[in-house]
């Protein structure tokens, strides 16, 4: 489903060679029950029927009440179901659908918040809280200013269309969901926020948009299966995610994730977060960052080309594209020309020093999307446990988080 090539990567077989011991401790770390929150990597197995219904029936009621659903949430808590939504959609016709999907909590900008208030103040509403902690400050701002206007609407009756995801023990917005009556779903204590895509935090926003996420999670067992071996030259996530590494030792301290679907954007959003917080420890790490071409060959080209090589780049394609448009006398569709420019670009920048790694998708749906999110997951997971750090906490996040708080609370 998902091709990784590391031809132009210029990382040779006995490279490779001198990780295998390291990434089979590591693999049989990663799938034993001894590494903390490491619940998502056997979660595409466990995942039940009666949690897919659970989610179908809530997706369901969301749908018969409303036109609008904000989704309130923001990293891992976010990301997930606003890059796959961007994936899957035909952004132009989002606006016609039957049910509005809009995210908020992911910025404090009082003019956004405004504004899409503003928009959806005719629509019938109804909230989807994602917080894995049920404290982060930014999600509970905009979910008290969400129920606010709930309330205001619907009176008593506002709760019934709170749909919240949370830890299913600890927090605030566990308290609040038990105490208020709200639809609530575990986010299981054993997978943190950027490991959850496919618990119902993906999910729900997903299925209340009319996907389907059998398919997801289909896709998802697919990538398990595939990413199952511990042996290097049988398991591409892992081969990736050592690829890495060997670069980051040869001094490339920028990975450079491109896309030429502009679909992907928020992906490339999602996979920044995904490594960033996963790796970026202790002083080392590669940085994330994310160009969209052929945009950006208009405007980062020339650096890409010429310019400090600090960076190796990871270019994503998808084989069969949704759908393909050209003109009466035209020698080539668009996707066979935005096809040949990514041959041109990969041969121009290769031959620029860069190394490059390329990595296809046959083409963009549901299950594609499950594939993926499990695919990089567990490249991520082996590029951190090769590297030394553990890929699922985040202090320095909470470093910040502990600032905001005690800042908030000085009059
Ligand atoms: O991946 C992570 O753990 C973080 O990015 C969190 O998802 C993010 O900080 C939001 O946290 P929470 O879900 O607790 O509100």
Same mark, same amino acid.
């Given at each position: 489903?998902?091709?990784?090539?590391?031809?132009?990567?210029?990382?040779?077989?006995?490279?490779?060679?001198?990780?295998?011991?390291?990434?089979?401790?590591?693999?049989?770390?990663?799938?034993?029950?001894?590494?903390?929150?490491?619940?998502?990597?056997?979660?595409?197995?466990?995942?039940?029927?009666?949690?897919?219904?659970?989610?179908?029936?809530?997706?369901?009621?969301?749908?018969?009440?409303?036109?609008?659903?904000?989704?309130?949430?923001?990293?891992?808590?976010?990301?997930?179901?606003?890059?796959?939504?961007?994936?899957?959609?035909?952004? =132009? #016709? @989002?606006?016609?659908?039957? +049910?509005?999907?809009?995210? &908020? /909590?992911?910025?404090?900008?009082?003019?956004?918040?405004?504004?899409?208030?503003?928009?959806?103040?005719?629509?019938?509403?109804?909230?989807?809280?994602?917080?894995?902690?049920?404290?982060?400050?930014?999600?509970?701002?905009?979910?008290?200013?969400?129920?606010?206007?709930?309330?205001?609407?619907?009176?008593?009756?506002?709760?019934?269309?709170?749909?919240?995801?949370?830890?299913?023990?600890?927090?605030?917005?566990?308290?609040?969901?038990?105490?208020?009556?709200?639809?609530?779903?575990?986010?299981?204590?054993?997978?943190?926020?950027?490991?959850? =895509? #496919? @618990?119902?935090?993906?999910? +729900?926003?997903?299925?209340? &948009? /009319?996907?389907?996420?059998?398919?997801?999670?289909?896709?998802?067992?697919?990538?398990?299966?595939?990413?199952?071996?511990?042996?290097?030259?049988?398991?591409?996530?892992?081969?990736?995610?050592?690829?890495?590494?060997?670069?980051?030792?040869?001094?490339?301290?920028?990975?450079?994730?491109?896309?030429?679907?502009?679909?992907?954007?928020?992906?490339?959003?999602?996979?920044?977060?995904?490594?960033?917080?996963?790796?970026?420890?202790?002083?080392?790490?590669?940085?994330?960052?994310?160009?969209?071409?052929?945009?950006?060959?208009?405007?980062?080209?020339?650096?890409?080309?010429?310019?400090?090589?600090?960076?190796?780049?990871?270019?994503?394609?998808?084989?069969?594209?949704?759908?393909?448009?050209?003109?009466?006398?035209?020698?080539?569709?668009?996707?066979?020309?935005?096809?040949?420019?990514?041959?041109?670009?990969?041969?121009?920048?290769?031959?620029?020093?860069?190394?490059?790694?390329?990595?296809?998708?046959?083409?963009?749906?549901?299950?594609?999307?499950?594939?993926?999110?499990?695919?990089?997951?567990?490249?991520?997971?082996?590029?951190?446990?090769?590297?030394?750090?553990?890929?699922?906490?985040?202090?320095?996040?909470?470093?910040?988080?502990?600032?905001?708080?005690?800042?908030?609370?000085?009059?």
């Amino acid at each position: 489903m998902l091709y990784f090539d590391d031809a132009y990567a210029g990382i040779m077989p006995e490279d490779y060679a001198q990780y295998a011991q390291k990434v089979h401790d590591a693999h049989t770390h990663l799938h034993s029950t001894k590494m903390a929150m490491s619940g998502w990597v056997d979660y595409p197995k466990k995942i039940s029927d009666a949690y897919l219904k659970s989610i179908l029936l809530a997706a369901e009621q969301i749908k018969s009440q409303s036109t609008v659903l904000v989704v309130l949430g923001i990293g891992g808590s976010y990301l997930g179901p606003k890059a796959c939504l961007d994936m899957l959609e035909d952004e =132009f #016709l @989002t606006e016609t659908k039957a +049910l509005k999907i809009y995210f &908020a /909590g992911w910025n404090l900008s009082g003019t956004y918040h405004h504004e899409l208030l503003n928009k959806i103040k005719d629509e019938e509403l109804s909230l989807c809280v994602i917080s894995k902690s049920g404290t982060t400050m930014e999600t509970a701002e905009a979910f008290r200013l969400f129920k606010e206007v709930l309330i205001k609407k619907y009176g008593e009756k506002y709760n019934s269309r709170i749909y919240a995801i949370t830890d299913p023990q600890s927090g605030a917005l566990r308290k609040e969901a038990e105490e208020n009556g709200y639809t609530a779903f575990e986010l299981e204590s054993d997978i943190g926020g950027r490991y959850s =895509f #496919l @618990t119902a935090v993906g999910l +729900l926003p997903l299925c209340a &948009a /009319g996907y389907d996420i059998y398919k997801i999670v289909q896709g998802a067992r697919k990538a398990y299966e595939d990413c199952l071996p511990a042996d290097l030259a049988q398991n591409s996530a892992y081969r990736y995610g050592v690829g890495r590494r060997i670069l980051n030792e040869r001094d490339k301290s920028i990975e450079i994730f491109c896309v030429y679907e502009p679909k992907m954007q928020y992906f490339l959003e999602w996979l920044k977060q995904l490594f960033g917080e996963s790796e970026g420890k202790e002083g080392g790490g590669l940085f994330p960052s994310s160009l969209v071409f052929s945009r950006d060959l208009h405007s980062m080209g020339q650096f890409l080309q010429e310019g400090t090589p600090l960076f190796f780049e990871t270019v994503l394609s998808v084989n069969s594209p949704q759908k393909d448009i050209g003109y009466e006398g035209a020698q080539r569709t668009l996707n066979e020309q935005n096809e040949l420019v990514r041959k041109a670009v990969l041969q121009a920048h290769n031959k620029g020093g860069t190394p490059i790694f390329t990595i296809t998708a046959e083409k963009i749906s549901e299950e594609m999307f499950g594939y993926m999110t499990y695919f990089f997951e567990k490249a991520c997971a082996m590029s951190c446990m090769v590297m030394g750090v553990d890929p699922f906490n985040q202090p320095g996040v909470e470093v910040y988080k502990t600032e905001v708080k005690k800042m908030l609370s000085v009059k």
